[in-house]
């Protein structure tokens, strides 16, 4: 039997290990929101980054890849990667994958989902909502083992417009980094 991984945020251009079929679509009653903290990718425990998670949002949907891994073998290895990769990500949920927007029927149903919830008691590195200009202020500051916060959203951005999204939230952020380096003078070298 295959296993289905959903990949809203760096899993939509980078997954990391074997798959069979890659799959553009979207997952109902969520939205992608830079409310976790990264201390081991994109930040460090003294200056976390931010990194996209998943909240319940009625009506709305979250764009992104469904990665289809059918060999046993291929399974096991991704998982493995995976729960070290996402281990700041405290909830695994198993949700419906739709890639039409008229669909009432999934065209998968059990994909996996890593996703870091709200609860303090149980991830320690939810940040939460915060004004946008804040946000923006950390990951312009927040650099990590994986390089740079604001290459973590520059690379959402650029991956979601790849696969026909226009995720607001998204683009809100990455225009205020823009800006913010734009009027401070930042450059990348």
């Avoid at 909502?129 to 650029?158: C, M, T, V, W």
């Amino acid at each position: 039997m295959a296993m289905w991984v959903f990949g809203y945020g760096s899993l939509i251009w980078k997954a990391g290990f074997n798959y069979d079929d890659r799959v553009v679509g979207f997952i109902k009653e969520y939205r992608r929101v830079f409310y976790q903290g990264s201390t081991d990718h994109r930040g460090t425990p003294e200056f976390p980054g931010r990194t996209v998670t998943l909240e319940p949002a009625g009506g709305e949907v979250c764009w992104g890849v469904a990665y289809k891994i059918s060999k046993k073998e291929d399974q096991e290895v991704a998982l493995t990667y995976l729960e070290v990769r996402e281990k700041q990500y405290n909830e695994k949920a198993y949700l419906d994958f739709f890639t039409d927007p008229a669909a009432t029927t999934p065209a998968v149903s059990g994909v996996m989902v890593y996703i870091g919830s709200p609860d303090k008691r149980h991830n320690q590195n939810y940040l939460g909502p915060a004004p946008l200009e804040e946000i923006a202020k950390q990951i312009i500051d927040a650099e990590g083992p994986s390089g740079p916060n604001r290459d973590y959203l520059f690379h959402l951005e650029s991956a979601l417009l790849q696969i026909g999204c226009i995720d607001q939230h998204v683009t809100d952020l990455a225009n205020e980094v823009r800006r913010i380096r734009t009027e401070t003078g930042l450059t990348d070298s």
